[in-house]
T-cell receptor, first 115, second 110 residues
Framework: DTEVTQTPKHLVMGMTNKKSLKCEQH?????MYWYKQKAKKPPELMFV???????INESVPSRFSPECPNSSLLNLHLHALQPEDSALYLC??????????????FGSGTRLTVV | DAKTTQPPSMDCAEGRAANLPCNHS???????VYWYRQIHSQGPQYIIH???NNETNEMASLIITEDRKSSTLILPHATLRDTAVYYC???????????FGKGTRLSVIA
């Protein structure tokens, strides 16, 4: 299995809702990432997990809460989002090894619309 | 601050080679050059990477200048399916996360 699977593919939520995005990989990668991408912009890094521990939080608002229950799963819990949070949310994974040259594998993303 | 500079857009005729340039004049000795592409509505896809030698794989070739201040990604026979945004990224391998710049939007024209 050489894929990163993200669910759901599309999500519409109200500003008072609580929802979660899910990301799964079975490549044995020990680093996982969340990116946010607005229309016609490059992906922006949000969070990095290394060996199931949060290693980087790019000053993301607390209404986004990441979770890494095990080495294969990455969740992004959403609560009280704003319409400007509507975007494509991308998950990626990579082998975590200093000096490793392996590329990232990205999922196809979850397109989130906040109404 | 952006570590790379790429033209915002390029066109290429189908079947011809697409040559995508990237300037990285402040690259450090331990930073690699990575190329990714993103086809519309999909996640980015790894293409190739290199340190100082030219590299080739089944998707593309990467030519890095001797002073390492610039590089060119070559798609030897572009097809319509190669229409995408191409990102050139410099980073220390395995140490820093992938940070995307604005990229080049390549349009392959029939």
């Amino acid at each position: 299995d050489t894929e990163v699977t993200q669910t759901p593919k599309h999500l519409v939520m109200g500003m008072t809702n609580k929802k979660s995005l899910k990301c799964e990989q079975h490549m044995g990668h020990r680093a996982m990432y969340w990116y946010k991408q607005k229309a016609k912009k490059p992906p922006e890094l949000m969070f990095v997990y290394s060996y199931e521990k949060l290693s980087i939080n790019e000053s993301v608002p607390s209404r986004f809460s990441p979770e890494c229950p095990n080495s294969s799963l990455l969740n992004l819990h959403l609560h009280a989002l704003q319409p400007e949070d509507s975007a494509l949310y991308l998950c990626a994974s990579s082998q975590e090894n200093r000096g490793s040259n392996y590329g990232y594998t990205f999922g196809s993303g979850t397109r989130l619309t906040v109404v | 601050d952006a570590k790379t500079t790429q033209p915002p857009s390029m066109d290429c005729a189908e079947g011809r080679a697409a040559n995508l340039p990237c300037n990285h004049s402040t690259i450090s000795g331990n930073e690699y050059v990575y190329w990714y592409r993103q086809i519309h509505s999909q996640g980015p896809q790894y293409i190739i990477h290199g340190l100082k030698n030219n590299e080739t794989n089944e998707m593309a070739s990467l030519i890095i200048t001797e002073d390492r201040k610039s590089s060119t990604l070559i798609l030897p026979h572009a097809t319509l399916r190669d229409t995408a945004v191409y990102y050139c990224i410099v980073r220390v391998a395995g140490n820093t996360p992938l940070v995307f710049g604005k990229g080049t939007r390549l349009s392959v024209i029939a």
